[in-house]
């Protein structure tokens, strides 16, 4: 149900809008849905997916069967079960290079690195474990990790892809939307060590863009846009890093190629396509709300009452 613009304008909302001046009236505010957030959510059951995967490859026996299904996962099993972490290292590692790659609202920086630590902490976990046992440095039964097991795919499947889906409703949470006859107000607050704010006044826009995609359409929820003269919320889409692993590391010291292999990974992980666009992040732009239309409309409305006085 709609607020009246009384309820809009109550103390309790108004505490919500920091940059709100005394004479601003407030005629929308909103949130992004939590619909809008539907890639993290995917991107979480697609984590607990594949460890799960793992974890039934390596506890179950060969499958059996006849035909081109058949033979597609007796080859997938085979793969995970001679694989072990490692494989399901390189399998989210390629998971987390295309969600990257798509510079969409689910690669941002901290659900990336999520995913990169969830893919290496099963590999480093073992390879800490036979370092320790090869170099003799723990006596047996002495290891300070509990070895490496099957169980633990289990164990990790719900650990990693839960904490996903707990930040994302914490993050979708975190901003707040306001219309006013005089501006458009736009307020992060994530956990209390991310908060910015934005304030943009109705004689600074110069266009406003309604993005939906097919997915967005059957969910019912959109993206406003809102470009300024001075380009706000345009950004080159685009990330260009060195994997920062020196190169004078002799080719035949160990700690050289591990560092080499890291490197790789870093630089595979870094690249990405650049191309302008509009930047469709919830803290640049009204994101991923229920009618976005109307909302659209309403800004145009108050913008041309804006002008007019």
């Known amino acids: 149900m709609a ?9 309790v909302n108004r505490k919500k ?8 009236q407030i005629l929308w505010m909103g949130h992004p849905t939590a619909r809008s ?16 995967f793992f974890w039934w490859a ?17 080859t997938l099993h085979l793969g995970a079960d001679l694989s072990g972490v490692f494989g399901l290292m390189l399998i989210m590692l390629i998971l987390a ?25 099963p590999a480093l976990w073992v ?35 839960g904490t996903l889906i707990v930040f994302t409703v914490i993050y979708q949470r975190a901003f707040t939307y306001a219309i006013t006859d005089r501006r458009i107000h736009m307020i992060k607050r994530f956990m209390y060590f991310d908060a910015n704010s934005q304030s943009i006044g109705y004689d600074r826009i110069e266009n406003l ?33 060195a994997a920062g692993v020196s190169s004078e590391t002799p080719n035949d010291e160990p700690s050289g190629g591990i560092r080499k292999i890291f490197s790789g990974i870093g630089l595979f992980l870094s690249f990405k396509r650049t191309r302008p666009k509009a930047v469709n992040e919830p803290e640049s732009c009204i994101y991923g709300i ?20």
């Open 127 to 161: 390879s800490f474990e036979v370092t320790l046992n090869v170099s003799g440095l723990f006596g047996d039964g002495d290891f300070p990790l509990p070895s490496w097991n099957n169980g633990l795919y289990f164990l990790f499947a719900p650990m990693f892809a």
């Open 3 to 11: 607020m009246t613009a009384d309820q809009l304008n109550d103390e």
């Open 17 to 24: 809008i920091p940059t709100l001046t005394d004479s601003e």
């Open 58 to 74: 390596n506890i179950s026996e060969r499958p059996q069967g006849e035909g081109q299904m058949a033979f597609v996962i007796k």
């Open 97 to 121: 290079k295309i969600v990257h790659f798509s510079n969409g609202p689910t690669s941002g920086k901290w659900t990336i690195l999520w995913v990169i630590f969830a893919a290496v902490a």
């Open 290 to 309: 229920h009618a976005p239309e109307k909302i659209h409309l309403l800004i145009n409305q108050t913008s041309d009452a804006f002008r007019m006085s």
């Open 209 to 241: 863009i309604v993005e939906t995609s097919i997915t967005s359409r059957l969910l019912r929820f959109g993206t406003i846009q809102i470009l300024t003269a001075s380009g706000l919320n345009i950004a080159s889409d685009s990330t260009s890093l």
């Open 37 to 52: 957030m539907y890639g993290r959510y995917l991107l979480g059951g697609m984590m607990a997916g594949l460890y799960l």
